[in-house]
């Protein structure tokens, strides 16, 4: 007789839509989600730059997840959100990220073991990770830190200080 397969322990996933697809990324990495705020346009940066803004004194980058993984902006809504995270870089330095996202409004308490790895994983969409099912339909993993890695070689910190010391002041949106 077979043990019993063993579940990893529950985490806490944020919630959020990309057109009518529900993804969830891990809380661990979320330090704070805001309203959506104006933001400094970018140029010569790929679409999904959204802009950059002052978050609690430091300039940080925006990435449209719609953009990202849909290839059209995020609506305005008011479950329209920027997700800040921290991404610790290779060298063990931390960095703070808007994510701009559609619906942020719920979470899900799920073990990480209990996402299937979907047949369709894309090598060209390595940050797409494993599927599960629950009342909403099927939730995908965001693996985070690839979808960083990438917007880090884009975004360089170099780059955004730069860019935001010789342009206006960042304010945030009216409500």
Not at 65 to 93: A, K, W
Not at 112 to 126: G, I, N, R, T, V
Not at 159 to 164: D, G, I, L, Y
């Amino acid at each position: 007789m077979d043990a019993p397969a063993q579940q990893s322990t529950p985490v806490l996933f944020l919630l959020f839509a990309v057109g009518d697809a529900y993804y969830a990324i891990e809380s661990a990495s979320v330090v704070e989600v805001i309203p959506r705020v104006s933001l400094r346009a970018v140029r010569n940066f790929p679409t999904y730059v959204s802009g950059l803004f002052n978050y609690r004194s430091t300039i940080v980058p925006v990435i449209d997840l719609c953009q990202f993984i849909e290839q059209r902006p995020s609506g305005s809504n008011l479950s329209t959100r920027i997700i800040m995270v921290r991404h610790e870089g290779p060298d063990g330095s931390g960095r703070i990220f808007g994510l701009l996202a559609e619906r942020v409004t719920d979470t899900l308490m799920k073990a990480p073991d209990s996402f299937s790895d979907s047949a369709l994983q894309a090598s060209s969409k390595p940050y797409l990770g494993g599927v599960a099912l629950d009342e909403r339909g099927l939730i995908q993993v965001l693996h985070l830190d690839v979808l960083l890695r990438h917007a880090s070689a884009v975004v360089p910190s170099e780059t955004v200080s730069r860019e935001a010391i010789s342009s206006q002041a960042v304010t945030p949106a009216r409500p």
